[in-house]
């Protein structure tokens, strides 16, 4: 036996050195595999892509979740025997990553602007490297089985082709325009930033109510309403029933006389407030939506700095919280100030980033039109797109009831902007020559790139099929949908794993990126993980300090193993996870516990022939075909991503079944020699189907374990990691 075993297990020892002789064997790559024999050529396929984590910093229980949950699928396809391919890379986030170095020139008293844009981008570039070299090894940490010699980066050469090419594509089907349309402006950050980028935050202020002409008028914002010549109602609301649509009144409002028109519409909620309000048009989503129903005019108050406009009068120039007060103290010297309700709690829009209260603004950008049929696709829109393949079942969302979330924001879906006014990312791939403009790679001389550069998400919709060598792998001679390469045999990817909260901003535009680009579906199943929470339901973050789980820390305390029974016990897809220190240690006690029953096993039958096993007695068959139906079903429940489930049974199965009853049984009867030689062959056959069936759970201990066993006497391949799945037949090797 061997004197590693004699040993208490030590996965300080034990885990760098496995994952290297994993990363050594080229067996995370699906052609080493074909090219071995460890799996045949034209076996059935599983890819998966990860999603790739930002370039800013460290991996954490999110990112860890994520590499358990899909480490654990692509174990188990490449076991079943599958071309198993599950593709690295990182994102490079265009406005997390520049915020950071902003963040970080700023301490050296230096802003970007000072260093001009071609030598900011190589502190970025720099910065971005280092980050994702830890990344890279954080994953590493983790037991990630990625296939590092395809890693990607979203901001590489290849994707910056795929990035090109898809916009010229759907900029030549006129599925690409630039106008102006409200966006979200983040003063603070100086750039258009996309709905996911905004965090939203209860705040206590002020609710002000004002006569407008007959009208009462209720705001939180004040300050947005010097252009206010609009009032809505609800066409069913009594109460202003003499009103008509298009009648025209005046108003003594801030700075003068104004002409007001009615606006009746059933946007209005007849239940708040008074049950009429003026619109911003300029400055507001819902207002501007309104405007352009009915052809309204739109006037700009507040300009990209967050100071007001000449439009204000006396107050031009001022910033909004230096204005407000002014602003009303004008109204109530008018009489024109009914209340003040000093403890409104509104939900205000802040941007993640920069922490600057979003102002949104009419601004000439870059848009996808969602709503423009394309006759190469069946005349239906980008919109009907994103709904079909989920409507009929072509992809599967898990849990289910986030397919109804899906619809109903795909329904309600805006054009979406994909310009921003950040340095750091893909430029708009446009020139212009006065008058002229050319889409695509630079004309020459006198030519001006555009300065903007695309939305992150634009780069990411393309993630499935850019990684697979889109478009170098279409042949230039043929139509998109005669594919070479990785992408014929791994496209569409089987299962996309990510979290719940991206279902929108990331999941449905790889459906829409590659349902236009390539006329097929991304992947067929998602599955969507929850939020990772501390024991008492706080969300997991630095700032709890002591309460705070890192995940290489807690590596370090009870190893990876652990850490990953601990993440996948009780954790069902879209449910939060509540991860307590203390049941990580519990499963530290349970790899112990594997590497303990196996000391036993391997000691009892160091001298089995294995090539000739012994029959197994009544007793002892009975055992045998118990794991033989229990195999059947954590089968089917990996098949079905119930992998909390399996990890659950197996657990249970292997301490107190294998452990506490089998063991204990085939002690007694080693012991007193009787039906010895049964016992031995059900101890050697256990173990060896257990450690197959718990190795995408706990891959090293399992993996350090089957570098003992005799059974890596009869094998090819002396890897764990390449073994075949056990087979329902407890006696078919």
């Known amino acids: 036996m061997d004197e590693k075993l004699l ?66 699928m692509v174990r188990y396809a490449r076991m079943q025997g599958k071309k198993t391919l599950w593709i690295p890379g990182t994102d490079h986030a265009a406005i997390a990553t520049q915020s950071k170095v902003e963040k970080l020139l700023e301490k050296e008293g230096i802003r970007k602007n000072d260093l001009g844009r071609e030598e900011f981008l ?27 010699s395809r890693e990607a980066f979203t901001l590489d050469a290849p994707r910056n082709t795929a990035v090109k090419t898809a916009f010229k594509t759907m900029y030549e089907d006129g599925l690409i325009y630039r106008g ?49 010549k609009y009032i809505v109602m609800h066409p069913d609301d009594k109460r202003y029933k003499k009103w008509n649509h298009g009648d025209k009144f005046t108003v003594e409002w801030i700075n003068g006389e104004i002409e007001a028109t009615v606006i009746k519409d059933e946007m209005i909620d007849m239940e708040f407030g008074t049950g009429v309000m003026t619109i911003t048009p300029y400055h507001s989503h819902e207002d501007f939506k309104l405007a352009e129903k009915y052809k309204l005019d739109k006037e700009q108050i507040i300009d990209k700095y967050g100071k ?37 709690i509104n939900r205000v829009a802040t941007a993640e980033r920069s922490s600057g209260i979003i102002e949104p603004q009419i601004m ?24 079909e393949p989920v409507r009929e079942g072509k992809i599967k969302i898990l849990p289910n009831n986030f397919e109804k979330v899906y619809f109903n924001w795909i329904e309600n879906l805006q054009d979406w902007c994909i310009s921003r006014q950040i340095w750091y990312g893909h430029r708009i791939p446009v020139f212009y020559k006065g008058e002229e403009i050319s889409v ?79 006329n097929e579906i991304p992947f067929e199943n998602v599955y969507l993980h929850g939020m990772v929470r501390t024991a008492d339901g706080k969300k997991m973050s630095k700032s709890l300090g002591d309460k705070a789980i890192d995940p290489l820390d807690i590596i370090v305390k009870y190893g990876n193993d652990a850490l990953r029974m601990a993440m996948i016990i009780g954790n069902t897809p879209g449910n939060d996870l509540k991860l307590n220190e203390n049941d990580i240690r519990g499963y530290g006690k349970f790899t112990n516990k594997i590497w303990n029953v196996s000391r036993f096993v391997l000691e009892q039958t160091q001298n089995l022939n294995i090539k000739n096993l012994p029959n197994l007695d009544a007793e002892d068959q009975k055992d045998a075909e118990e794991l033989q139906n229990l195999i059947i079903e954590v089968s089917k429940e990996m098949d079905e991503f119930r992998f909390s489930i399996v990890a659950e049974k197996l657990y249970h199965y292997f301490w107190h079944t294998f452990a506490d009853i089998i063991i204990e049984r085939s002690k007694k009867k080693i012991i007193e020699n009787k039906n010895a030689d049964s016992a031995k062959t059900l101890l050697y056959t256990h173990l060896n189907t257990l450690l197959k069936v718990l190795h995408p759970f706990v891959p090293f201990v399992t993996e350090e374990i089957w570098s003992m066993s005799l059974e890596k006497e009869s094998r090819k391949q002396n890897l764990l990691l390449v073994e075949s799945w056990p087979k329902y037949k407890p006696n078919d090797k």
């Open 122 to 148: 190589k502190r970025v570039e720099t910065f971005a490297k280092e980050s994702h070299d830890t990344i890279v090894n954080q994953a590493k940490k983790m037991g990630a089985s990625l296939d590092w």
């Open 7 to 72: 040993k208490p297990y030590n996965p300080k020892e034990t885990e760098d050195r496995i994952y290297k002789l994993w990363e050594d064997s080229g067996f995370f790559n699906p052609d080493v595999c074909i090219s071995k024999g460890i799996t045949k050529a034209d076996a059935p396929h599983f890819s998966i892509v990860l999603p790739p984590p930002n370039v800013t910093g460290n991996l954490h229980t999110g990112h860890a979740l994520m590499l358990v949950i899909q480490d654990i």
């Open 308 to 344: 007001l406009l000449s439009i204000a009068g006396e107050f031009s120039g001022m910033k909004i919280n230096e204005a407000r007060e002014k602003i009303v103290e004008k109204l109530k010297a008018k009489g024109l100030l009914v209340s003040i309700d000093e403890n409104y």
């Open 364 to 387: 000439l950008q870059w848009f996808v039109d969602v709503n423009k049929k394309i006759s190469a696709r069946g005349n239906k829109s980008l919109k009907e797109l994103m709904l």
């Open 180 to 228: 102006h349309r409200i966006v979200n402006w983040d003063p603070k950050g100086q750039t258009v930033i996309s709905d996911d980028e905004i965090v939203y935050e209860e705040r206590k202020n002020k609710f002000y109510t004002f006569k407008y002409g007959p009208f009462e008028i209720g705001t939180a914002r004040p300050e947005t309403k010097f252009g206010d």
């Open 440 to 518: 695509g790679e630079n004309p020459g001389d006198g030519w001006i790139q555009d300065e903007d550069t695309l939305d992150t998400w634009f780069s990411s919709g393309l993630w499935t099929f850019s990684t697979l060598g889109w478009p170098a792998s279409v042949k230039t001679n043929a139509s998109k949908s005669e594919k070479t390469g990785d992408l014929k045999t791994y496209h569409p990817t089987s299962v996309l794993e990510t979290g719940h909260d991206i279902i929108f901003f990331w999941i449905a535009r790889m459906i829409l990126m590659s349902q236009y680009l390539l």
